[in-house]
C-alpha cells in the first residue's frame, strides 16, 4: 500500500523535499527535476533525501522535486522537455538513458546524472575530472564490478563454465558492462552467451536461450526492475544460479545481488546539488564512482536450485535472507 501511495504522488509529478535556505536567496524555491525511465525504487529518493538531510537542508522550506517520470526510452526526450519547460534549476537525470534526453533538452539548466553507466564513452561528459558543460554527477560501474560478480558466482557454482549475459538491446550503457564481462572471462576461463531482450515480451525466449549456461548476469536496467518478480521467478524455472544488480530482486526471491549501493549514491548526489545552488559550474565538478558496494544473498534460492553457499561468502555478505 505504502509503495502505491508513493508512485501515485510521483506520477502526480511533484513532491517536496529538503533544501538548506542557507544556501540560497532568502525567499526562492528552488526545484529539482528529476527524469527517469519508469518509477525509481523507495530507496533511491529516501538516499537523496537523507543526503539533503544530512547538509542540514530543511524540507518544505525552499525546494521542491518535479518528477517526469517516462513510461519507455521513447518518452524520455519529451519528459526531459516538460522539465525545462518549468524552468527547473538543477535536472537529476536517474539512470544512463535519461542523460543523452536530459542533454538534448538544455544546454543552460546544470544536470546531474546519478549510476549513468561509462559517462565518457556514452558521451555525456569530455572526462571523468572535468566533465564540462553543464553536466555533472555520479557514475554507475566500478572497473572490477563485473569481474567481482564473475567471482561470485564462481564461489556459488564451484564448477562454472558458461554464463548467461542478459541485457536490455537498447542500454547505450551495456558496452562497458560487456567490455569487463569479456575481460574477466577470459581470465577466469568461463564463457559468455550474450542475451538481449527488447522488451517484457523477449524474457522467456531469453531465458530458454540461456539453456546450456549454469548461471546468469543480469544487467542493471529499468525494464528488469520494473518486472523482477518475473525476471526472478523465470531464474529460478530455469535452474540458473543468477546474479543481479540491485538487492531488490533478492527480496524479490532472486539469489545474489552485488553492486554499487544505489541509496548511496542517490545520497551522495545531494552534495552535487548544493555545491550547484551555491553557485558551482557543473561542469568544474569531477565525476564521482562507486565507492560503496553491497552484496547480498538469498539462502532459500539457493536451496531451491540446489546450490550451498560457502560458509566464507556468507559472512562476507551484507545481508543474507534466510
Known sequence: MKRRRFIAMVAGGLLAAPLAAEAQQAGKVYRIGFLRNGPPPETFIEGLRTGLRELGYVEGQN???EYAL???AD???SAAARLVGLKVDVLLASGTPPVPAAKAATKTIPIVFVASIDPVATGAVASLARPGGN????AGIHSDLMGKRLE?????????SRVAVMSHATNPGNAEYIRQAELAARALGVQLLFLAVRDAGD??????EARGASALIQLDDVIFT???KRVVELAVKHQLAAMYGFREFVDAGGLIAYGPDYPDLYRRAATYVDKIVRGANPGDLPIEQPTKFELVINVKTAKALGLTIPQ???HRADQVIE
Open 63 to 65: 525546494i521542491r522535486i
Open 152 to 160: 561470485l558466482l564462481r564461489e556459488v557454482v564451484p564448477k562454472l
Open 75 to 77: 518518452e524520455l526526450p
Open 135 to 138: 553536466v555533472t554527477g555520479l
Open 203 to 208: 524474457f522467456e525466449r531469453a531465458f530458454s
Open 312 to 314: 566464507s561468502l556468507l
Open 70 to 72: 517516462a513510461r519507455s
Open 226 to 228: 520494473s518486472h523482477r
